[in-house]
Nanobody
Framework: QVQLVESGGGMVQPGGSLRLSCAAS????????MDWYRQGPGNQRELVAT???????YYADFVKGRFTISRDNAKNTVYLQMSDLKPEDTAVYYC?????????WGQGTQVAVSS
């Protein structure tokens, strides 16, 4: 069974940085786009960033210039480098990917930005 496991969340002060990781495990023969979503308190889940297998990226306007998505295809892992974090970035961050033609979600990792 394929799983996505996130790590790297935590609490940070405004202006700080965090790096999230999401590793796919199991019997894998194909991974398409890999995405990061987030869901803040009382909000709907929203797309943060996407990266294609070839490395093309897309960012939501609210993170452009602050967040960087990357992936290591050999390790079946996607990363989200977050800088200049703001209180409004507080959310549970979820990894999503189409693995073996099936949409898979991670369990989420909490990011809290507070002074």
């Amino acid at each position: 069974q394929v799983q996505l496991v996130e790590s790297g969340g935590g609490m940070v002060q405004p202006g700080g940085s965090l790096r999230l990781s999401c590793a796919a495990s199991g019997s894998i023969f194909s991974i398409d786009d890999m995405d990061w979503y987030r869901q803040g308190p009382g909000n709907q889940r929203e797309l943060v960033a996407t990266i294609t297998p070839g490395g093309r990226t897309y960012y939501a306007d609210f993170v452009k210039g602050r967040f960087t998505i990357s992936r290591d295809n050999a390790k079946n892992t996607v990363y989200l480098q977050m800088s200049d974090l703001k209180p409004e970035d507080t959310a549970v961050y979820y990894c999503n990917a189409r693995v073996n033609y099936i949409n898979v979600w991670g369990q989420g990792t909490q990011v809290a930005v507070s002074s």
